[in-house]
């Protein structure tokens, strides 16, 4: 069988592109050479690809920022506040992503939002009415080329006019079938210059698909492609789906001429079934995705290889070996990782060596008793090795967990009550989300002692120093509950886990999150359980500083989980379960050592949920909620339980959200609409709520009058009760730059103030 992939990371064996874009952000390295730098990594990437075997090579899959970002800019989706500054192409490009400040102008960025259940996350696409979508960039025809000039045929891929119609956002009366017409042109264009620099194939990217599509959305999905296919201009087109299955338009998508088709068979839970059940034409290809594109773990070869027999018995159409979605959600390569043992080595495999398993099953698929090979016989043993890495004691920890633990008493409306006497805040209490810039001096710090050039003692100082200056600067700016600044802390996931039983670490394994931002996800080994306090000596030291109540900070269970790689044997509510444990020991030793405050981010909590409704509660909901009551339920009245949350796309489990009982919770609001505001309002929210007032992911400097307004506009008709109001960022400022975090925080200080002097005669 032939083999496929549908993406390759971009960033580099070791963040290149990470590194130099940012110093082009800085301004230290021009356009000229981010472009040459960048072709440089495409080349590497491609040949590295290429001489692996695999028979369909992606290409355009490298984008700067982010790919649905490219495929807009391709088709002129740029709204005029951005093209009317007057930079260059690229230019233009990064400040849709990240917002301009400077001599041309000061325009936000588009929003970003999680692409469907990952943690990379895209650019939203902003569609007005004088949109004219047309062909209006090169990018997929240059990379085409790029890769011809090495000898490698690769199939040009982008994101299909479906997923791009369905994501993006519509700011005037029009909406997605409007702009139909023009799509399918530009589409249609895109085919012919393909077809004419001699490309076979291009790959479609409708991951859409696989969510719970509408009547009007599937006939919308249908008019695209009756149009677009029917004018190929001598290409083939491949459609590619992934995180999932996509039940509500699989005869459709058989009957459209697709010539391949590409299905997810492992996050597809019904994949399978829609083949067996449907059949699959036999004129199409089948892009079968059996190998694990998210995960890190060895593929069983076995399994693997008893799912394509499964297909080849019900279907005659050829078969390409393929992974379930591009490899960008996995780290490079196993090889970078000096510092791991062999044997946990030898259980892994990133993007460079999941190539090689495409290879090997291709090979094995080929042989009638495959059971007979080495590389099958191999691969069985590593397998049998897992059984190992188990702990019996932790399971049945979690297996005798008292239903009485997952609810924490008193109820919310006495605790708020407590709380007010017990703390003093005033009216719309400041705070932040956590994290203070990573300076040179903090990363310093952090390097010198991993490296060993300073001993732990220094280390520990120089963090409390910092510590020290923090909560200073914080007094001096205003602020009411204060935070250490996590200093301590490269990652809120990889410093829990580092300190917690049951994960191991890798040094170079990043994956892209955001832009330049990459995520070093902890590899969940075995089953999970505290070793020793993890935050208590720095918070606690904070706490002795100042007396102002600092917040602890932990990360909450579902988002350590989340962040993580997990195990594919362990289930996901076990391990959330025993990480929930684990944390709630530390909130307990962090109560008992006098912090007053104490927040468990769960940034990650909607990122997974699953796609389809249906599965929402049943394979989610139903036990990450729980899990998080169980982490706080422990605590006195007095001890106020925050939580944090990256995006707010959560209106639709807003009681869900309400019902994990915090007592204030933070998130972003400030990229998005306010639309959350009227949702809590909606669902009678109890939980107290700081929506961010400003976005931290650029480095823009809000005004007060700015941030004033965003709190008028929150509490505007009783939406948010002023009782209830937090004044904070959307997130953790680790990002960003000190001077600009300082300003931009003096100004929500400000805005606060401002807004007690307006509302003077409510108590709080
Ligand atoms: N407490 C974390 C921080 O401030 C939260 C980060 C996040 O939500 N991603 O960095
Ligand atoms: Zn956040």
Redesign the pocket.
């Known amino acids: 069988m032939k083999t496929a992939i549908i993406g390759f990371p971009r960033i580099g064996k070791d963040r290149e592109l990470k590194f130099f874009t940012e110093e082009y952000f800085k301004g230290k390295l021009s356009e000229e050479l981010l472009v040459k730098n960048a072709a440089v990594l495409k080349n590497q990437d491609l040949k590295i690809v290429a001489n692996s075997g695999v028979d369909f090579i992606p290409s355009n899959d490298f984008s700067f920022y982010d790919n649905a970002l490219d495929a807009a800019a391709l088709l002129n989706i740029i709204p005029k506040r951005y093209s009317e500054l007057g930079l260059s192409t690229l230019g233009t490009y990064f400040a849709m992503a990240r917002g301009y400040q400077g001599e041309k102008g000061d325009v936000k960025a588009l929003p970003m939002k999680k692409w469907f259940n990952t943690n990379y996350h895209y650019i939203v696409p902003e569609i007005a009415d004088d949109t004219e979508i047309k062909l209006a960039g090169t990018k997929i025809f240059d990379d085409y080329n790029q890769a011809k000039q090495l000898g490698i045929k690769s199939v040009p891929t982008m994101v299909g006019p479906f997923t791009l119609l369905s994501l993006a956002i519509y700011t005037g009366s029009k909406k997605a079938d409007s702009f139909v017409n023009s799509a399918v042109n530009a589409y249609k264009q895109i085919f012919k210059k393909l077809s004419d620099i001699g490309a076979e194939w291009i790959q479609i990217d409708e991951p859409f698909l696989v969510t719970d599509l509408a009547v009007e959305q599937i006939e919308l999905f249908k008019s695209i492609y009756t149009q677009l296919l029917a004018e190929k201009n001598g290409l083939k087109i491949k459609l590619q789906t992934y995180f999932g299955d996509i039940r509500d338009v699989y005869s459709d998508v058989n009957s459209l001429e697709f010539d391949g088709v590409g299905l997810d068979f492992i996050e597809g839970r019904k994949s399978l079934e829609l083949i067996e059940k449907h059949g699959f034409s036999d004129e199409k290809i089948l892009f079968a995705g059996v190998l694990n594109g998210k995960n890190i773990w060895r593929n069983n070869y076995k399994n693997t290889l008893s799912i394509l027999e499964k297909i080849k018995s019900v279907i005659k159409a050829e078969i390409v070996i393929s992974t379930s979605c591009s490899l960008l959600h996995v780290p490079y390569t196993v090889e970078s990782e000096g510092k791991l043992g062999d044997e946990y080595k030898a259980q892994l495999s990133f993007a460079v060596e999941k190539l090689g398993e495409l290879e090997q099953l291709s090979k094995l698929s080929e042989v009638a008793d495959y059971e007979k090979e080495k590389a099958f016989k191999d691969n069985e043993s590593l397998i049998a090795l897992r059984e190992k890495y188990q702990n019996p004691e932790v399971k049945r920890r979690v297996e005798n967990i008292p239903q009485s633990e997952f609810t924490r008493l008193p109820a919310f409306e006495e605790r708020e009550k407590i709380q007010k006497k017990a703390l003093c805040l005033p009216l719309f209490p400041t705070t932040t989300?956590g994290s203070f810039p990573q300076t040179a001096e903090v990363k310093s710090n952090r390097a010198r002692f991993k490296k060993g050039e300073i001993p732990a003692e220094e280390y520990k100082d120089n963090v409390k120093k910092m510590i020290k200056r923090i909560i200073e600067k914080q007094e001096e700016l205003g602020f009411d509950v204060l935070v250490h600044g996590e200093y301590e802390r490269n990652d809120m996931v990889e410093h829990f886990g580092e300190n917690l039983d049951g994960f191991i670490f890798t040094s170079k394994a990043w994956v892209q999150s955001y832009g330049t931002r990459c995520v070093k996800p902890p590899i969940i080994w075995s089953d999970i359980s505290r070793k020793q306090p993890i935050t208590v000596e720095y918070s606690a030291y904070a706490q002795s500083l100042t007396n102002k109540p600092v917040k602890g900070m932990l990360t909450g269970p579902v988002t350590i989980f989340n962040w993580s790689f997990p195990r594919e044997d362990i289930s996901a509510r076990d391990s959330v379960m025993q990480i929930a444990l684990a944390i709630r020991e530390e909130v307990l030793d962090l109560e008992e050592a006098g912090i007053k405050v104490i927040q468990v981010?769960e940034?990650a909590l909607k990122e997974k949920l699953p796609i389809r409704r249906e599965d929402w509660h049943k394979l989610y909901l139903d036990w990450a909620i729980p899990a998080f009551r169980l982490v706080h339920s422990g605590v006195k009245a007095q001890t106020q339980i925050h939580t944090?949350?990256?995006y707010s796309e959560f209106n639709d489990i807003i009681k869900d959200i309400d019902n994990m009982d915090a007592d204030v919770i933070s998130?972003?609001a400030s990229r998005s609409n306010l639309k959350i505001i009227d949702a809590l309002h909606d669902a009678n929210f109890k939980t107290q709520v700081g929506p961010g007032v400003y976005d931290i992911h650029s480095p823009r400097i809000p005004d007060k009058d700015e941030l004033v307004s965003a709190l008028h506009r929150i509490l505007k008709g009783d939406r948010v009760k002023v009782q209830k109001l937090w004044v904070n960022p959307?997130?953790?400022l680790k990002t960003r730059g000190e001077s600009e975090t300082f300003e931009s925080l003096t100004n929500l200080v400000n805005a606060a103030r401002q807004l007690r002097e307006e509302y003077k005669g409510e108590n709080s």
């Open positions: 989300i981010d940034a944090h949350m990256c998130f972003e959307d997130c953790g």
